[in-house]
């Protein structure tokens, strides 16, 4: 992968730049204004004045940059400003110094060669002038250039200032202040030790009038993000990002490092001039401080005081001021519970690379014991995590397999499911490490692979997970233990669908028979009721009977609860009364929370959303889902079960018109990178929206979706959707050959007959092909299917509506479209309803009724507005000029957009005659006719006389233009 070494974007800083906008604003009117830009290294300061400075210049104002040198107080007097006049005495000459150029050479030493030719003048030391003439002079040569034009004086790194600098500056900002002169400076804020000049001088700047400070922070994940996919050229792995953001902690010079630092991405290395560059300040503190840094390190990014205390083993002041020290060169910050923590994350990491072998062992295993000790040394509820780790890193194994366990089991305790499986299969790696890990632990090895695959699922590590399955199975003795060969099988099957590798049917059918023939009893019950579940979507009938056998033995057992997942997963499927199914996923939804029973109760509120959002009732529907992931983010199962809702808020919102919202849903998905096809559906459905708004990055959302027809196995619901997405991609890019392939495609579908909730969005795309290309057997096939496929609910019965009018022909297409129309009105959702509104619109100007095309086109203008929907709104604009608006809503309906000579011209054009028979038929001249058909041609938007002819026809042109009213 080719990375770019720096990012040409600007992220996550309008709000500093719409300062510094306001602030050259208030220059140009006259009012001097100063900004100081503080930030740490790296933060992007000078990223930020060039975006500024590029802005500004294009504005017309001139900006002049100077840099302060990294000298000291002892070094060049005056440098940034020198080099600014040395740009001005470039681009203006000599001239511009208005005769004082001997004065401004002790600034600028050619200057003073330029005025005496090849004479090199003797230049007084700059102390026998007085200061405040030269600061006046200065003052004014500003003046007069921003007189020319607004000036923007950049003075960048200003923690380097020597004394006259900033002594010229506080002239400026106090004393002169030149009008329609911005200065900004830059400084960091990482550089301002205790006794630092630079301190008293920004407190001083402040009290002054038209001086304002900003402070840039550090890029949060989706800014780190953002500069990843720049420096990429494509979107990367959210864990990529995560991992990168959490060690450079959304610095933006670190995340270029580490981005180019090695592939894949974000599991690099420290590169070797970042570690140089980091440990640079570290290597200049007092050896006491190194070596606490050293300890600091080894505990982690945060640490107590107490605990520092009782690992390094130090005298109270001696350990207080290696910290003091490490505080004041701003490598550590105390926190405002009176902790501290390193101020970069990247430093530890390179601190604690630099502890030799056994320095790094030493370290972790007092971090260890100290902590076992005083476990309130660490946060709450930390403890056993943190000496687990200290454990592993001081390679005592047996301690760390047993605290691994430990940590593990108090992290489920907590929901923290990601975390427990990665504690898990830690435990697994240090078991052959370990001779009696069995006994430490108290379970066999197969026990230990159940617990991480259970893990795993909980947490969405689908891939992770299924291979944990064909371990399970390689190690379990199915005779003598079939109820857990069952219980693997049912993983691994459902684990595969959910991956798109085949419909798991093979190994859900062995699960049932093993199973059928286990002993009895409540996992069995359980065990019954998970598989026939998964076989709904497979199989309904097997499931039903599955299903069934897992009831008998259920209600002998008193065991309802453990068939909730089932019943939930049986109402919502097949042939079946959604209001009475709704009523009974309350009931469920009740029965679970009663029971403590987290994860049924979130597939419960999944499908409750998902129901209500086919009901049409959106808004609940919505509210529901936003309940479910709340609920399931509580219970640590946002990336598996609770990921459908997230996408099912995202399917409601956009119902809703509430296209906003649902982006943000789905970039929230995005971040918690699903897996399987748990993240499909809001793929799908987020690549919808960006194609309904011509976003820039629709196409890559659209082809990532779309590749997900190219894995073996798909569920229905899952495919035919897809199916509708190709398709409308294709006419979107007005591919008309693909967009058949995709339609032709869908069509063979087998399952399409049986989902009439996804089957009929399928059906309306394909008919809008049909139509759009003109394909006959297309639409005949089309209409084949809609005969027969059941719309029962609102958003059915409105596509419904809407393909019977796109296969309407002739006097039939208008009142076609407006039972469309209100179909769409009554369903609620308002993009169909403006694109509806379209071809109303077109089927009524062709029938003559202007008034009631003008009014559609209106209505979905501002449809298409109000959800910014680009597309919709130009094809209303285009329908708009077409019928003779000037635009949608922008005057009453009926006017024309042909004068009544064009409409003449347009007349014997749709008639076939030529410019010179035009010419005869109305007494003008030849030339005069062709100019009346080209501006013909521009006002209706097509290309030549037939397509002219063509649209005339279609749109009710050639009639008579009603009398004025």
């Known amino acids: 992968m080719t990375v770019r070494a720096a990012s040409s974007v600007l992220v996550g800083r309008q709000r500093e730049i719409a300062v510094l906008r306001a602030a050259l604003g208030r220059a140009r009117a006259g009012e001097p204004s100063t900004v100081l830009v503080g930030g740490e290294a790296g933060v992007g300061k000078t990223r930020l ?21 990294e000298l000291g107080e002892a070094g060049l007097p005056f440098a940034p400003f020198a080099a600014a006049l040395r740009a001005v005495l470039r681009a203006d000459g000599a001239e511009v110094f208005a005769g004082y150029e001997a004065e401004f050479a002790r600034l600028l030493p050619e200057l003073g060669r330029v005025s005496a030719g090849l004479a090199a003048p003797a230049v007084a030391p700059l102390t026998d002038a007085p200061r405040g003439y030269l600061f006046d002079l200065v003052a004014e040569l500003f003046q007069r250039l921003a007189d020319a034009q607004p000036l923007v004086l950049v003075i960048e790194d200003l923690h380097w200032a020597d004394r006259s600098t900033r002594d010229l500056i506080g002239f400026l900002v106090r004393a002169a202040r030149p009008g329609r002169l911005l200065l900004v400076s830059t400084y960091r804020t990482d550089e301002l030790q205790r006794g630092h000049p630079l301190r008293p001088f920004l407190a001083e700047l402040d009290r002054a009038r038209g001086v304002e400070r900003v402070e840039l922070g550090r890029l949060d994940r989706d800014g780190t993000g953002a500069i990843l996919a720049d420096l990429l050229g494509a979107e990367p792995a959210p864990r990529a990002v995560d991992d990168i953001h959490d060690r450079t902690q959304g610095n933006p010079f670190f995340v270029e490092e580490l981005a180019v630092a090695g592939d894949p991405i974000g599991c690099a290395a420290l590169p070797d001039t970042l570690r140089d560059l980091l440990l640079a300040r570290v290597d200049r503190l007092p050896e006491p401080s190194q070596r606490v840094l050293r300890i600091a390190a080894a505990g982690g990014t945060r640490f107590a005081h107490d605990l520092i205390a009782e690992v390094a083993g130090l005298p109270e002041a001696e350990l207080e001021d290696a910290l003091r020290a490490a505080v004041t060169a701003q490598l550590v910050v105390v926190d405002r519970d009176g902790d501290y923590e390193f101020r970069h994350a990247l430093v530890r990491e390179a601190v604690h690379d630099e502890l030799l072998p056994g320095e790094h062992a030493r370290l972790h295993a007092r ?14 509820g930390r403890a056993p995590a943190e000496i687990a780790h200290h454990w592993y890193a001081a390679h005592d194994h047996p301690r760390a397999l047993v605290t691994a366990r430990a940590a593990a089991c108090a992290a489920a305790d907590r929901y923290a499911y990601a975390e427990q499986r990665r504690l898990l299969e830690r435990v697994l790696e240090l078991w052959e490490l370990v001779p009696d890990a ?153 029965v679970a929370r009663a029971a403590g029973d987290a994860p049924a109760l979130v597939i419960a509120m999944v499908y409750r959303s998902d129901v209500l959002c086919e009901l049409g009732r959106y808004a609940e529907s919505a509210q529901a889902a936003e309940a479910g992931v709340a609920e399931a983010r509580r219970v640590g199962i946002s990336r598996s079960t609770g990921a459908y809702l997230l996408s099912n808020r995202a399917e409601a919102l956009i119902a809703l018109g509430r296209w906003d919202e649902a982006e943000e849903v789905c970039a929230e998905a995005a971040r918690i990178d699903l897996s399987g096809v748990t993240g499909l559906h809001w793929l799908q459905l987020g690549a919808g929206l960006r194609l309904a708004r011509a976003h820039p990055g629709a196409d890559e959302l659209v082809d990532r979706a779309l590749a997900f027809l190219g894995r073996p196995y798909l569920w229905p619901n899952h495919r035919l959707p897809l199916h509708e997405l190709g398709i409308e991609s294709a006419l979107a890019a007005d591919d008309k050959v693909e967009a058949v392939r995709a339609a032709r495609v869908a069509l063979a579908d087998q399952s399409l007959p049986q989902l009439p909730r996804e089957g009929w969005p399928v059906l309306s795309a394909v008919a809008r092909t049909a139509v759009r290309v003109g394909d006959r057997e297309l639409a005949t096939a089309v209409a084949a299917l809609a005969a027969d496929l059941p719309a029962r609910y609102p958003a059915a019965r409105a596509h419904a509506a809407q393909v019977a009018a796109l296969l309407a022909t002739g006097a039939r297409a208008l009142p076609a479209w407006r039972a469309a129309v209100d179909a769409w009105r009554v369903d609620g959702q308002p993009y169909p309803l403006g694109r509806a509104l379209l071809a109303l619109a077109e089927a009524a100007a062709a029938g003559g009724e202007r008034d009631e095309a003008a009014a559609a086109v209106t209505e979905a203008a501002e449809i298409a507005r109000r959800l910014g929907a680009t597309p919709l709104g130009e094809a209303a604009a285009t329908l708009a000029r077409r019928v003779g608006l000037r635009g949608p809503g922008a005057v009453g309906p009926g006017t024309d957009l042909l004068t009544s000579r064009e409409r003449e011209v347009l007349r014997l054009v749709a008639e076939g005659h030529s410019n010179s028979r035009i010419a005869e038929q109305l007494f003008i001249s030849p030339k005069t006719a062709s100019v009346h058909v080209s501006r013909i041609i521009a006002k209706l938007g097509v290309t030549n006389r037939g397509e002219a002819a063509a649209l005339a026809h279609r749109l009710g042109l050639l009639a008579e233009p009603a009398a004025p009213r």
């Open 49 to 69: 004045l060039e975006e500024f400075a590029g802005w500004a210049t294009d504005g017309g104002a001139r900006v002049l940059v100077g840099q302060c040198l």
């Open 367 to 380: 971090f260890a014991a100290a902590i076992e000790a005083r476990p309130h040394l660490v946060a709450e």
């Open 438 to 590: 069995a006994d430490r632990l108290g379970m066999d090895h197969l026990a230990l692979l159940e617990q991480t695959l259970e893990a795993a699922v909980t947490a969405g590590d689908f891939s992770r997970a299924i291979t944990l399955t064909r371990a399970g199975l390689a190690e379990v003795d199915v005779d003598a233990a079939p109820l857990r060969a069952a219980r693997l099988l049912n993983q691994r099957g459902r684990l595969l669908a959910l991956l798109g590798k085949s419909d798991g049917s093979s190994e859900l059918g062995e699960a049932y028979r093993l199973a059928a023939g286990g002993p009895a009893g409540v996992e069995r019950v359980r065990l019954l009721a998970d598989i026939a579940a998964h076989l709904v979507k497979i199989d309904p009938q097997q499931a039903a009977r599955v299903a069934a056998e897992a009831i008998t033995d259920a209600e002998a057992l008193d065991e309802y609860v453990a068939l909730l997942p089932t019943r939930i997963a049986l109402l919502c499927h097949g042939e079946r009364d959604l209001e009475q199914g709704l009523a009974e996923l309350r009931q469920a939804e009740s």
